[in-house]
Structures are given as structure tokens and as C-alpha cells.
């Protein structure tokens, strides 16, 4: 961005006026903002911060067009004898458009989503054929306004395209919103990319074709990782729900609730213990405790291993990162398909604030709508101490049966507070 900003800026020093200092000053304060926000920002909050982010991108994309339409001259643009805008222009034009008001709306929605601000999915009867009904309107709008050139008609555009925006992202459940950042992300490249074509800005045209890729690319492997499609993402959203199940409730009396102490007990004689983090260490910020754990465990001959699912937390490599900040090796992170099968020779399986990747429904119940999303296996193992802050369902608004195995043992509480009296048990039994 450095360097895209400043080239234009040194190429044209000799002719400093008003707009170079505007331009300037735009920088200063949007950078400044920027920095703050980012400082501000807790690692927990960073998809919501990366939506919001979109947002601006494609919001700039439709300014850009905008600009471009009414000013082509500005923009170096050639304009036929009778003042028409070239159709290749004009097309990457409205291509800009729509995509850049597309990303602005659905990200914005994502952003209030991510944040709690937004809590209850928008579905309705025939959402999808309305959806496709503008589809079809926003195409329209296109071809009418490369023919035509109106300002009726490109406003219409925009404005549809901001539309279908919202009605495409308010559907989708909590559960799939770390594959919609990214799809955004990958919304938000594109639209650089057109942007680029239309101002014949090279740089603008690779680094949005990277970016663009590289969201598709993340987007790909987190639907792997849930073991669905794009496509079912975004018409059968997971985590329209919360809260606990009415039949999970009559069963709470199934659930084994252990002190710090039992469960430090039971980890402290243990051969071998699989930690398995979740959303939950890393709004509480437990990683380090959890270092300081494991290192205390290990002086004392206990294998201790890190299992990650790739969509823990709220987007891939998340957890990888906040292990790495406290310096657990890497060596001991194992990814599902590397760790899965030890499961079932493990003592104990801790899991920190994780809920809907370790839920055995996505195995057995075919009704679930997470069936079929690959899961760790922890109940394989001999005990599994779950630590959670409240009884509550995961992020997909859906029960989670673990916590009712004869095997599972629940130890209710903050993730860094629990992880900090455990760590004190085990130090007190030396």
C-alpha cells in the first residue's frame, strides 16, 4: 500500500497543490486511525476487525467507480467523440461496483455478527429465490448500463448490489462466519483487482488477484476443515441457535461438575495428556498458564501434546498463533488428521474452552447439522476434563452429548482462572 500510494504521489511532486496536501492528509489520518484500532485490538476480536476492514475496501471500490464515472478524464480513460466511456471501462467499471457494494454491506453485517451486535440469522420464505431474482436484476443492470451509461441505472445498480449484500450474509449462522470473513476477504482482493483494470493500475491488479486467491484458497480449506461446501455455506448457515436444548437440560444431572483440585489430581497422575484449545483459552487469554502446565507436567515424565482442529477459534491457524506467542514448540502441535488416532491411547484429553471440534454428533447423529464436520476424537480418551465457563452451547448454538460420557468431567469457570488453579494443585502435590 506504501508503495501504491507513494509512486503516484513522487511521480506527480513537481505539481504540489491542495489535492496532493489533501491526499496527504488523508493518509496521515487514516493511518493513524488504522494503528489505533489495531493496537487497541485483542488477538479474540481480529475477524471482526479483518470484516470491518473489508468493508472499507469494497466501500473505496464503489467511491472509486463512482469517481471513475463521473470524472473519466481524471482517470485517464478515453472518451469516444460523442463522450462514451470505452465498454471494457465501463464493464470493469460495474463489475467494481457491484462487488466492492456487495463486500461493503455483506461485511458490515459480518462485522455486527462476529461482535454480538447482530445475534438472530434473517431467513425467510423464498429468500434464495429472491436472491436469485436480483441476481438476475443486478446482470441486467449491467449490460443496461454498459449500453447506456445513465446515472439512473448505475445508481440502481449500486444500490441493488448493496442490497443483495445484506440479504446474502444475514442468513448465515454463527458457525459459519469464519468462512464468510474469508469469503469476504476474497471479495474484497477481487474488487481491488477490478478496480485496478479500470484505473490501469498494475500493482492494483496483482496484489487484489492475490489477495482474492488466497481468500478463495482459506475459504476452501476452512469448508474442508467443516467438511462442506461454499455453496451449503451459504444457503444452510450452521449456529442459528443457542443456548441448551430442552432435552439437554432434563439430562444436566448426567453432567459430572469437578473441582480445580480433582482435576489437577487426575492430570498430575497421568502418563500421557492431549490438550486440546479452543475460543474459549483465547479470550481468556490461558495460553501461557497453559505453557506453564505443560512444562510442569513434562518435568514430571508426562507426555503432553497440543491437538488443533483447523477451524478452533474463529479462523484457521488462530490457535497455532496464540500457542506460538507463549512459546509452546511446535513440535508438540499436531493438526487433526497427525493426532486423531492417539486419542484412544490417551490418559487425559484437557480441553480449554473448545465445544463444537470435539462434538461427537458430528460422528453419530445424523440429524446434526454439523454431522459430517471432522471432529477430534477426544472422547476416546480415558478421562476428558472440559474446562467451560458456563453449560452453554458452542458457537454453533448446538449441545454438545461429551459433556454427559461416563468418561467426561467438567470444571466450570474461566479458562485462565481454572488453568491457574490447577496449575497451583499440581504444584502444591510436589
Known sequence: MLIAISVPLLSNISSIGVHYLLTLLAIAVGGGVGYRIAKRTDMTNLPQ???????????????????????????????????????????????????????????????????????????FRGQHKLNLLIGIIIILLIGCFVSCQSATVFTGLILVSLLIGYLLIMPIGGADMPVIVSMLNSYSGWTAAGIGFTLNNNLLIIVGALVGTSGAILSGIMCKGMNRSLINVMIGGVGTGSGIPQESK???????????????????????????????????????????????????????????????????????????????????????????HEFANTDVALVIGANDITNPSAKTDK???IYGMPVLDVEKAKTVIFIKRSLGAGYAGIDNPLFYYGNTMLVLGDAKKVSENILREIHGMH
Request: proline share 6%.
Open 367 to 369: 440429524n446434526s447439522p
Open 250 to 340: 432434563a439430562q444436566m444431572r448426567d453432567i459430572k461438575v469437578c473441582s480445580a483440585e480433582d482435576a489437577a489430581f487426575i492430570i498430575h497422575n497421568a502418563s500421557s495428556v492431549m490438550i486440546v484449545p479452543g475460543y474459549g483459552m483465547a479470550v481468556s487469554q490461558a495460553q501461557h498458564i497453559i505453557r506453564e502446565m505443560a512444562d510442569t507436567l513434562k518435568k514430571n515424565d508426562i507426555t503432553v501434546k497440543y491437538a488443533i482442529h483447523p477451524v478452533a477459534g474463529r479462523m484457521p491457524g488462530h490457535m497455532n498463533v496464540l500457542l506460538a506467542e507463549a512459546n509452546i514448540p511446535y513440535e508438540e502441535v499436531f493438526e487433526i488428521d497427525d493426532i486423531n
Open 49 to 123: 476487525l479483518i470484516a470491518a476492514f473489508h468493508s472499507l475496501v469494497g466501500l473505496a471500490a464503489v467511491c472509486i467507480a463512482v469517481s471513475v464515472y463521473l470524472a473519466p478524464n481524471l482517470h485517464g480513460i478515453p472518451l469516444s467523440p460523442v463522450g462514451i466511456i470505452p465498454t471494457s471501462n465501463a464493464i470493469e467499471m460495474s463489475l467494481g461496483a457491484t462487488i466492492g457494494a456487495l463486500t461493503f454491506t455483506g461485511s458490515v453485517v459480518a462485522f455486527g455478527k462476529l461482535h454480538g451486535i447482530i445475534r438472530k440469522p434473517l431467513s
